[in-house]
């Protein structure tokens, strides 16, 4: 059988990706041009200038990914893109991309769902048993996906305010913290002997809803009676305390649903899912509870177009191909 070679690209929000996969989850190259420094000025991703970097990056970096996989772009079986949800003007530039590249190479298109991308990164370190439970967990989603079989979603818990990775750029913000501030109050976190209390927002029994800015608010207000008071501020104290507060629910909902919904594998995902403390806490209750658990290795966890490769396989599979006037769709459902 012929193998089969996807040229992945993903532009949703501020990172120009291209990947090429190989059967679906043999990453032979996978680039990533990262746009941090430039939105650290502004203390958060600026869409118009994600647009901008996005289009001078993405023809070399199309170049250079089929380079460095060592094939060539007439051996490629499939052009896949992310085609939402991201922001708009970001989206638009790989889709019109892969457009082009669909066209002039006379390869079919794959337009693949962001979310649907993080979630099959674990495809990319082994197999996915079903059904399973998936903890998404990223700066635009805070989910739980109940997958009955491959490629059926049914979303059961969601955030109502803030996506987990927005509340710790906001609270890694007010401590003092460049963009992105995840990692930051990740490391600060586990180095922290200390730790403040702070609420855990459980909302309804039985629910698998999240909230994250009641959390966002009382570190906030911490923050502000230390400095009205004087008092020393500790902002490591007060990372942990966020950390694990965020960590503790997410963990709780997530073994319960896998619980209730019997499933053979809980998957997490998502630029979160790069959490150290999220990463340990989940292993280690998933241990005590016989609970198979996957979790990508860090690089497939923030934004990549690896992951997309992997997905988008899954309709190549199929011969599941997207027409060409397919159009970048900010708010995608899964
Ligand atoms: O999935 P992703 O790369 O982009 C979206 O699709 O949103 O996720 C980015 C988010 C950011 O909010 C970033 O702060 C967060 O993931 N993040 C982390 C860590 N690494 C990245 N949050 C907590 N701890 C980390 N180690
Ligand atoms: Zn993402």
């Excluded at 495809?123 to 048993?129: A, S």
């Amino acid at each position: 059988e012929q193998p089969c070679y996807i040229l992945a690209i993903e532009t949703s929000c501020d990172e120009t990706a291209v990947a090429i996969v190989k059967d679906g989850h043999e990453v032979m190259s996978n680039l990533i041009a990262s746009q941090i420094e430039t939105h650290k000025a502004f203390g958060g991703v600026v869409p118009e200038v994600a647009s901008r970097k996005h289009v001078e990056n993405i023809t070399l970096m199309l170049d250079e990914a089929v380079a460095a996989s060592g094939i060539t772009m007439s051996d490629l079986s499939a052009i896949a893109v992310t085609q939402g949800p991201g922001l708009v003007g970001a989206l638009l530039v790989g889709v019109v991309a892969a457009k082009s590249l669909s066209v002039a190479l006379a390869k079919p298109l794959i337009g693949t769902h962001h979310i649907a991308g993080h979630i099959y990164a674990n495809r990319l370190v082994g197999e996915i048993h079903y059904p399973c439970m998936v903890l998404v967990v990223s700066g635009g989603h805070t989910e739980l996906v109940y997958m009955k079989q491959e490629g059926q979603f049914e979303v059961i818990g969601r955030t109502r305010d803030d996506a987990v990775g927005e509340a710790y750029d906001k609270v890694a913000r007010s401590l003092g913290f460049p963009y992105p501030g995840g990692p930051h109050v990740d490391k600060m976190a586990l180095e922290s002997e200390e730790s403040i209390v702070l609420p855990r927002a459980w909302l309804e029994p039985g629910s698998y809803d999240f909230s994250f800015s009641g959390l966002k608010s009382a570190v906030l207000n911490v923050i502000n009676q230390r400095k009205m008071r004087g008092d020393e501020m500790n902002p490591a104290a007060i990372a942990r305390g966020f950390q694990e507060s965020v960590v503790e629910v997410l963990v709780t909902k997530a073994i319960r649903a896998v619980k209730a919904y019997d499933v053979k594998q809980l998957l997490l995902c998502g630029g979160v899912a790069a959490n150290r403390g999220l990463r340990a806490e989940l292993s280690r209750q998933c241990d005590k509870e016989g609970i198979d658990l996957s979790i990508p290795p860090f690089d497939y966890c923030t934004d990549n177009a690896a992951m997309i490769g992997a997905a988008a396989y899954l309709k190549w599979r199929e011969q599941y191909f997207t027409s060409l006037d397919m159009k970048a769709d900010p708010q995608l459902s899964l």
